[in-house]
């Protein structure tokens, strides 16, 4: 008998083997962290023209004097070094310092702070309605793979791709909430409230996950080891569940992770249609009144929970990977 | 043959089971709405849903959303005359400068402590000394106590129209000792109980505000049982909320995207004034270059199509606007007038030369900046036309958008801006109110005129002996500020708009709602 390759081949077993990949996984955040907010400063610090002409044009002033531009230039430190401008904008976003608005001069972490908390609370419920919605769906379409459910999942499937989410959101507030009186049309950013705008956030980007869950259970099923056991006895649910299932998670998270980008996106359109008090309306504003600073902190943040998303979606995988219990 | 039976059932059962889904979805489709059902048996909250919340609660800041919170001592009815509120009868004149204030007996603030002649005189001491608006209103006046209930107002000259004064909310009354140690901030009076009216503030956010009635209020206990404010910005949002029975009212409805989207929708209606009780006002700031030149601003008044900003670009919600009083007003001057030829002429006389489609001057382009504010998304509508009708005469126009609490009450420099703003001012007369926006010390003097020839012909206003002699003032005034001196216009004139539920489909928005007056005394379901 052989030893066998993953956690039993590491030396101190299970335990140390997780232990180093768990770590590694959050090494590798970091890092990406780190090349992400170097990459979100740079696109803003080098947008064409003056940053200070920039800052002095958000606030209407046009054509700046010269000691305008030098005093906004001392503001903004432009004199000093680029690496030292980018520490200096990092310890501080560490710190939950963005700089202060062009507009409104207020430090930018006090304009994001209340409105924060409920665009979370909307992501979360988007995040939670689309790995049920998602692994339920490929799960039904994986067993009755090629028949009537099936293919009527891969057409809403492809129907919720192809619909935006605002398009979703008015559905939803039409026909759910005025016409059956369920839920709300505004939202007070509170976790009940988040139901139906988090339905309309998940329907948008389900598509994906449940193709790849669906296509993933399907090799399962046809594999050597689920000819085994449905030659010992097993029904097709058993062989699904205990079988195909374990091993098709790990792709499901990925696409889970993927798709959360588009997801984090899609909550700016569903906040303005439920009249959600987040951060979407506030991006939206920002960008059209070019409030570069608010602009830079909001693409953090949403740079940040791809990749702590992402970061989930590979611990989640570990525990379900069959080499962390020694199987090959 | 047993699998193809069983396969052939199921399919049918799931056929079944669609149709049978199908049936319940139709029956909840009996076009009208679940909410709207629920919303017509009562509920004890009153829902609003409004596009701004007060920035302020203090009345020396200047309340610019009022939710009968606060009362002052009179107020201006539907038929434009003022009527006492805290008073028991209207102020009384013992001599040229003095006037006599007779309060209410047995009048509390939500407190407790008796609203009486020492504690009003507090109050209208710091307004007097805090307020912009009190101080335009009625220069150097001071308040002294005459009795119990009575106070003296001693004004600086004559103040013909003090009664309808006291009807501003620069003058709401408020407990001084309940503000005492409040927190600075927008919310900071919240829960203090520092006002007289049938609702007090119980909570207050950036997104809402809550009020709870006063049991005590001196008119008898409330009949509502909480009044629930949600900031709603978004047109269509507030046709949603109203629809789904989340909103019994919705204000400032008067757009033409609203108008589009209630067509055919249940139990939302749109209830107009039956005047026009709002204005949108163009500003310019007098201080900066190039409007600091008058000709400048008088080809940037001349080169603005009036008739088409009123009509076509605001889908006709309102009317064009003729001078800076409504048309109809008594002394109301249609001076506003659409001549681009002549607005060229002017620009050229004063060494603009056209090159490339923009004028320049001493190597300098005749670039503008128009500040919009992102709570009325209709004004961008109006800033494009505008920016289109400059550019015929070789302005160049870039349009910004701000919040409203930081375009107007902030630093940010602008050359022109849209406001929208009521027709007549709180007190139900423009003489005041023309002070306010136009007097050097005026707390909506957003274009930072300074005009000391402007204050003496306001001050005057304000002292008129007479309708005549008031008459010719204002004509004076009107002619001064826009064709002499350029200093503003009024693009339009519209009626405000309430969105509401069928279940108060008998609001009509009037002068009286400019305070929503009702809210104060006993507001109930009226449908």
Known sequence: MTAGTGALAWPGGRARWLAAKVTGRLGQALLTMLGASILVWLLF???????????????????????????????????????????????????????????????????????????????????????????????????????????????????????????????????????????????????????????????????????????????????????????????????LLRHAAPNAITPFTHAIAVAAASLIGGTVIVEAVFNWPGLGSYLIQSVQARDLPVVQAITLLATASYILASLAADLISLAFDPHARGRS | MLQVSIRRLRRQKLCLSLIAAAALFCAACDGTSANAQQSSSGPATFNIGATFLPTFIDPAKGID????????????????????????????????????????????????????????????????????????????????????????????????LLPYDLADPAFDVYDVSAIAGAPNGDCGWAGRKAFTAAYEIATCTANSMTLVPYAKYWQGGPKLKKIQ????????????????????????????????????????????????????????????????????????????????????????????????????????????????????????ADGWRMANGTRTKGGKQLALTLLIYNERPALKQLAVAMQSELSAVGIKVSIQAQPFSYSMYNTTPWDLTLYNDYSVGPDGVPDSYLSTYLGSTGSENFGHIHDPALDRMLAQLVAAPDQATRNRLLTQIQNYVVLTKAYQSVVLYQKDGALVTSSWGCYVPDPDAYQYAEWNWNISRCG
């Not at chain 2, 939500?110 to 109050?123: E, F, I, M, P, S």
């Not at chain 2, 190039?290 to 008088?298: A, F, H, T």
């Not at chain 2, 001057?333 to 002429?345: E, I, L, M, T, W």
Request: hydrophobic letters at 50%; proline letters at 6%.
């Open chain 2, 229 to 348: 404010i949600t900031l709603v910005s978004d047109p269509l949002a507030k046709v949603d909320g109203i629809e789904a029975g989340q909103l019994d009212m919705a204000d400032s409805a008067n757009e033409a995207a609203i108008k589009d989207a209630i067509r055919g929708r249940s139990n939302v209606q749109l209830k107009l004034s039956p005047v026009p009780l709002s204005l949108t006002r163009v500003y310019l700031n007098v201080t900066r270059p190039p409007m600091n030149d008058v000709m400048v601003r008088r080809a940037v008044l001349q080169a603005l199509d009036y008739q088409a900003l009123g009509t076509a670009f605001t889908s006709n919600v309102g009317q064009p606007g003729r001078g800076i009083l409504p048309t109809g007003y008594p002394g109301a001057v249609a001076n506003q007038k659409y001549d681009p030829a002549a607005a060229s002429k002017l620009l050229t």
């Open chain 1, 45 to 239: 610090a080098f947008a064409p023209g003056d940053p200070a002409q920039r800052a002095l044009a958000a606030r209407g002033i046009l054509a700046p004097t010269p000691g305008e531009l030098a005093s906004e230039r001392h503001t903004l430190g432009l004199g000093h070094p680029v690496v030292y401008r980018y520490f200096s904008w990092l310890v501080g976003a560490l710190h939950g310092s963005f700089g202060r608005s062009y507009i409104t001069q207020l430090p930018v972490a006090t304009e994001l702070g209340s409105r924060l908390a409920p665009t979370l609370r909307l992501a979360a419920m988007g995040l939670l309605f689309m790995i049920v919605l998602a692994g339920l769906s490929g799960m039904l379409a994986a067993f009755a793979a090629n028949r009537a459910p099936d293919l009527a999942i891969r057409v809403v499937t492809v129907i919720c791709a192809a619909t935006p989410s605002f398009i979703t959101g008015l559905f939803i507030i039409q026909f759910v909430v005025i016409r059956l009186g369920i839920g709300q049309a505004l939202g007070n950013g509170g976790w009940a409230d988040a139901i139906l705008p988090g339905v309309a956030l998940g329907l948008a980007s389900l598509a994906v996950p449940a193709r790849v869950f669906r296509q993933s259970l399907i090799d399962g099923l046809e594999s050597y080891y689920a000819l085994v056991a449905h030659s010992r006895g097993a029904s097709k649910l058993r062989i």
């Open chain 2, 65 to 160: 959303a009022i939710f009968s919170f606060a009362q002052a001592l009179t107020r201006v009815n539907a038929q434009g005359q003022v009527v006492p509120v805290l008073l028991v009868k209207l102020p009384q004149q013992q001599a040229t400068s003095k006037w006599l204030l007779t309060l209410r007996p047995r009048i509390t603030f939500q407190d407790g402590r008796a609203l009486n002649a020492k504690t009003l005189v507090a109050a209208m001491t710091r307004e007097m000394r805090l307020s912009p608006a009190a101080q335009a209103d009625l220069p150097g006046a001071f308040f002294t106590v005459a009795g119990p209930l009575s106070v003296t107002v001693h004004t600086r000259g004559l103040v013909r």
